[in-house]
Each structure stands twice: as C-alpha cells, then as structure tokens.
C-alpha cells in the first residue's frame, strides 16, 4: 500500500477519507479500489455554503461521504475513482500513478 495519499478530504464531523491508487482509507477503514463499482458525486450549495456528498459504490456495500466541505477536492477524488473504474473496461485509461486529473465543472449554482 501507498504511503502517501494521493488526496484528502474531510467530511462529516471530522472524519477523514484518503485516497491511494489502489485504495480508498475512509476514517480507517480501507477499501479495495479493485471492488468499487460505481461513484455518484452530488455538489450543492446550502445557505451559500458549498458542499460535496460522493457515494462509493462497492461490490459489497456502498458508503455515503456526506458533507465534503472542499468541493474542488471532492471532485478530484471522484475523478481519480472514475478513471479507476474505467480502467477495468479499457485498460488504457489507468487508474495507478500520482496523477490526478483536473477535475470537471462544477456548477455553483444549487440543485
């Protein structure tokens, strides 16, 4: 396993998700990149406050990351994991290495 995060966000109360090019650390508990199966972003902005929830969809359960304060952040996490998973179907695109791609638009406007 990698020893230093690719990225690193908040969320919640203090808790803490990693990401690694193998692995997802999510306050502590660590999850095999090679199970996960499908990531739903969802960016909005409450009061004029941004915020990011990304659910993680694995083979055997999905995990809710609610209250991302740095929605930038989020977005680069949500890039590197959807770049993973295609890598599975078109091994081509990559999903190990340092690199995590820009990430897309993302509207300031609420939902």
């Not at 396993?1 to 990693?18: D, F, I, N, T």
């Not at 993680?56 to 991302?68: N, T």
């Not at 695109?93 to 897309?104: K, R």
């Amino acid at each position: 396993m990698s020893s230093e995060p690719l990225a690193e966000s908040l969320y919640g109360l203090g808790h803490v998700v990693r990401l690694y090019a193998d692995h997802v650390d999510v306050n502590g508990r660590v999850y095999d990149l090679a199970r996960l199966t499908n990531v739903r972003p969802h960016y909005h902005r409450l009061f004029g406050v941004p915020s990011a929830r990304v659910e993680l969809h694995f083979a055997e359960r999905k995990i809710k990351l609610r209250g991302m304060p740095d929605i930038e952040e989020a977005a680069h996490i949500v890039a590197h994991l959807n770049r993973c998973i295609r890598a599975r179907v078109s091994p081509e695109s990559g999903c190990a290495g340092g690199h995590i791609a820009s990430p897309p638009y993302i509207s300031s406007s609420p939902h």
